[in-house]
């Protein structure tokens, strides 16, 4: 593996003005015709490298003259032109096998449609270029295709031309007049049915929307649609952006690694982020779509007006998109709900990267293979960051900032430096510190304690600060730590005054405080409180840390209870559950779990948030879920996934016992035929009968059992649907085992036509915890629904066995304790030739081997050293198992 550094950047030896592309597309070969206007920027190289991979060059000429073999030298990375001229026109024509592309990169064939992905660096998989993001060229792009095969031919930007050819081909001319780099370069050949709409922007300009899908996938394009319209108006209202084409487009295809992708004026989504009605979706992957349309369609500024200088720069555009799309749908539907959503992702999925040997700052210094940097520290670390700038700065400075950067900056790439440059200009604020936040990887961990000084009236808060060493970096220095808080009495929320604040400057709303932990240790001291308070810390999460404070489960029942801050209300309950769960696990270690009741703590605080009526539904569901096992596990310094499941499962049992009645007038209130609406008060709604649904099929009674069974026939939407079914799969019930797998069929039967329902089916399957999942999951790649090719089956089946059941994949079979381990690095060998990113993506569980005991972490280890002596393994692959095992 070759290693790519930050501080080995150089622009540029030449730009490309101007780049014309012919795409000749015909069935098993297409041909790609070049030609690049080349400017030298600087002083003449002797030689011009372009890149380019699994290209076959059949022609080549600079100015019209065709090249001799002395003149230039093709290896399987690229072109190298000897003594290139000042300024020239390079034509290249290539042939490439879109058909035979099973990496999803470059130009391939999903099903029947050609599309694109040239994120990161797949452009290099088409023609000869200077694939990095700094070389912004104006695109014309002519494709061509048999006429009845490919009746839709797209490509960035407007369409200037367009007709018929011999031989039963046609072809359409696109023109991009933004100058974008070629990771934004798409286009897409194939039979394709659209939905259309307009939208008028605020300086009174229509704009032409359209998504194109499958004929059969027309009646689930609603959604996207109105959710990209919602995208446009809050851009435009909240940071004054505009659209700046004629037209804007959405493709759907159902081979995709990833989510979506950015490209100018021409977005390609995998299916499950576009398609969306109520029988076929839940009410979660109806927020997902909303969330990807308007994160891609943000991406238009952050990201393709303003992109990125070089890959390490990629939280520029990820971290400010993914902050910009959490505020839009927090907008949208209920914040404090998001925000919980949010910060539950972050917690279990980025800390454990964070904690792990892939860890990197969310600005990275060196990689080896950029697709591995599409990662939860990149994307939501560095949404984090850009949320503790906008609350630094305050909305107006922080609207002052973002509108500075994106005059500023228009039309060029750049660096997370000159973002953090327009927060400072605009804010007159010193962000020097702050910037650490930048290139230091790892979570810190905030220890919090505290006096009350009865007789001086003075309550002090120290706040300690430490950050794990990371493989890039030992020793860390302070971080800027913005700690939100506030004071909880008897009576309620305290009056703050900080002993250094004078009486004229307090705030408005004088019980909250911004507490800014600069130094490794600060204390923090409060005049004129009037008892012992119990703090909230952290308020809505306002840093990316883990806090510690020693709660006693009579705060962390205040603090559920009467914080005025939802997020905190919910963070107590987790902790609470965390406390409880935790009880159990040592109950576990000593056998004596079966006797094991839990403290009644947490039963009598869920008590009373059920009874309290002004609770947001939604709220109430999250604040009575127990903490997931990974995040149990995040918190253990060596884990244990089987006393973690056990003891979850008890807690969780107890309380669906102690509170059955509720949860049953929850369940039979509910109108199964009541209609659908994808909205949030209804989301809500459905989220707490579902949750209540599922405590109660923990040890169901018949009744319940009934109330399960009748959810299930009667459901019209797929959110009731599907929850009814996994209630009823993950019960280990008799009679509730026989009644699911005759579910399980019916469910099938009935939705086999729809692929994104099946994926459901599938995920489920491999998710539920019931022991012999290995089999079942075996059993599923068999099964016809199974597609080994496509991303979203492989996510489906393998992706969840191995992260979201971690009982059975890290118990493997009755008598192969490392079966799971071993059939994960089966199925990652099978797969690496094929989709090395999507192979590399799968190693993540084997990854965290360290922090398992004894034989299961050697198990795992054994599993990726087996990985590492696989000759030929990709570079991909290969970055991962080779960090993993140092
Ligand atoms: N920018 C793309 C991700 C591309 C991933 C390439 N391996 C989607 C997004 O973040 O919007
Ligand atoms: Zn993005």
Redesign the pocket.
Known sequence: GKTVYLKDYAPPSYIIEKTELDVDIYKGETFVLARLQFQCLDERPQALTLDGEALELLDIAIDGKALDSTQYRCDHRGLTLHNPPERFVLTTRVRILPEQNTSLEGLYRSRTIYCTQC??EGFRKITYYLDRPDVMSDFITRVSADKNECPILLSNGNKIDGGDLDGGRHFATWHDPHKKPCYLFALVAGDLAKVEDRFRTASGREVTLQIFVEEKDLDKCDHAMSSLKNAMRWDEQVYGREYDLDIFMIVAVDDF??????NKGLNIFNTSCVLAKPETTTDAGFQRVEGVVA??YF?NWSGNRVTCRDWFQLSLK?GF?VFRDAEFSADMGSRTVKRVEDVAVLRTLQFAEDAGPMAHPIRPASYMEI?NF?TLTIYEKGAEVVRMLANLLGPADFRKATDLYFERHDGQAVTTEEFVQAMEDASGRDLTQFKRWYNQAGTPRLSVTDEYDQEQRRYSLTIRQSTPATPECAEKLAFHIPVAMGLLGEAGELALKLADESLDDLPEDNTHRVLELTETEQTFVFTDIPEKPVPSLLRGFSAPVKLDYQYSRADLATLALHDSDGFNRYEACQKLALATIQDAMLAYQQDTLAEFVPDSTLVQVYRLLLEDNSLDQAMLALMLNLPSEAYIAEEQEVIDPVAIHFARRQVAAYVGSELAELFRLRVSAYDPTREYRAQSDDIALRSMKNAALGYLMLLPTAEDLHLCLNQLARANNMTDEMAALTALVCCEDNTAQEQARDALTAFYQKWQDEPLVVNQWLALQARNPIPGALERVQALLQHPAYDGNNPNKIRSVISVFCNNNPLNFHTGTADEPDAGYRFLAEQILQLDSKNP?IAARLITPLTRWRRYTGDRGQAMRLQLQRLADQPGLSPDSYEIVSKSLN
């Open positions: 994120e990161a690694n990833m989510g979506a992708m950015e994160h891609e991406h990820e998109t697709s599409y990113q």
